[in-house]
């Protein structure tokens, strides 16, 4: 079966009181938006309203759902893929930061830098398992009939799923950038429909408007 040429806008979700205070959050913290949040989905709404998306995906998490929530006056219904969930921080979860904490999180990302995927947080989830599950969410995207798809994700789960998008090392991951409420549309090349090449990157105009 051939599934039409797919265009991925790829979201992050509006700003938190923990994005705000620096406090770390994954998949283990259901926070929500907080009152700029919601003014930046309302903008990304206003921006990309006319764009006739085939589906919307968010994760499990409400953060993730609030930020595309006026879409859901427009008529869309959202897909909820659990795979899409930000990764698991473990013990750094909703703590206030701490320059013990903080080494603690920079000495996990350097080990991931350096190809050691399956290193983890205590009680946290290694960047290999979040890659491996991201497998599995793009599976069903990628054997869908639609054509334009809207992700609505999180900061790491982000820079861990353009990698797979793009068949990039997980190694350099963190070349990613991934503001608030930011923009990434990528295009399925025809040649190789399991790779997409990025067109507009980390993008936040939307939100000066």
Not at 197 to 207: M, P, T, V, Y
Request: charged share 20%; hydrophobic share 30%.
């Amino acid at each position: 079966m051939t599934t039409p040429k797919k265009t991925i806008y790829l979201i992050r979700h509006g700003q938190t009181d923990y994005n705000l205070r620096g406090i770390v959050q994954g998949s283990g913290l259901d926070s929500v938006l907080n009152e700029k949040g919601h003014h930046q989905a309302n903008l990304f709404h206003q921006a990309y309203r006319n764009i006739p998306f085939d589906k919307i995906y968010v994760s499990e998490l409400q953060r993730t759902h609030q930020s595309v929530e006026p879409f859901k006056k427009d008529g869309y219904s959202l897909t909820t893929l659990s795979e899409l969930n930000e990764i698991n921080w473990g013990i750094l979860e909703g703590q206030e930061p701490t320059p013990e904490r903080y080494q603690h999180f920079l000495s996990i990302s350097k080990r991931w830098r350096n190809g050691d995927y399956h290193a983890a947080c205590e009680n946290g989830e290694s960047a290999q398992s979040m890659f491996d599950r991201q497998k599995k969410a793009l599976e069903i995207i990628l054997n869908s009939n639609d054509s334009t798809i809207l992700i609505c994700m999180h900061g790491r789960a982000i820079r861990s799923f353009l990698c797979l998008l793009t068949d990039t090392p997980l190694s350099q991951m963190d070349n990613f950038g991934h503001e608030n409420l930011c923009l990434y549309i990528l295009e399925q090349k025809i040649d190789q429909p399991e790779i997409f090449d990025i067109k507009l990157s980390n993008c936040i105009n939307h939100l000066n408007s």
